[in-house]
């Protein structure tokens, strides 16, 4: 497989560094790329319902993940998802902005995009583009 294949260049290096610095920290890591590898892993461990489960109830303490990948991951989840929603961390080369994220605002404001609407706080969404909260203009 060649690096200029498979997803734009800026997200291929925001996953590397992130796989390599958690490993290097020491962190077990489990990596799938196929929806059948992440079935599997949620069927065999996965027994919770409840909103925001705790390590106790949980294999697991953070889900890094894609826009796409979020996606699948909720249709693969489906009645879990609830349990997985606050360890939930998108790699999110381009920043999706929290206007887009919530859900019921950006269908109000006729925001609507194909990677929004994910309901998740702004800080689970990991981008490029750091923000020191000042305005840039």
């Given amino acids: 497989m060649s690096y200029t294949i498979g997803g734009p260049l800026g997200e291929l290096v925001q996953w590397s560094d992130l796989l390599a610095t958690l490993y290097i920290l020491g962190h077990n890591l489990r990596v799938t790329s196929e929806q059948e590898q992440l079935q599997q892993y949620i069927n065999h461990h996965i027994r919770v319902k409840s909103p925001c489960a705790n390590g106790n109830q949980l294999p697991l303490d953070i889900i890094y993940t894609d ?7 909720k249709r693969l989840t489906a ?6 929603k606050c360890k939930l961390r998108v790699v999110d080369s381009f920043g999706t902005e929290p206007a887009f994220n919530h859900e019921m605002f950006s269908k109000t404001n006729r925001m609507v995009t194909q990677w929004g609407r994910q ?4 800080q689970q969404f990991f981008t490029m583009f750091l923000c020191d909260g000042k305005d840039p203009s």
Wanted: aromatic share 18%; net charge neutral.
């Fill in 67 to 73: 826009i796409t990948g979020l996606k699948q991951f």
């Fill in 79 to 84: 009645d879990a998802y609830s349990a997985f």
């Fill in 119 to 122: 309901n998740l706080i702004p």
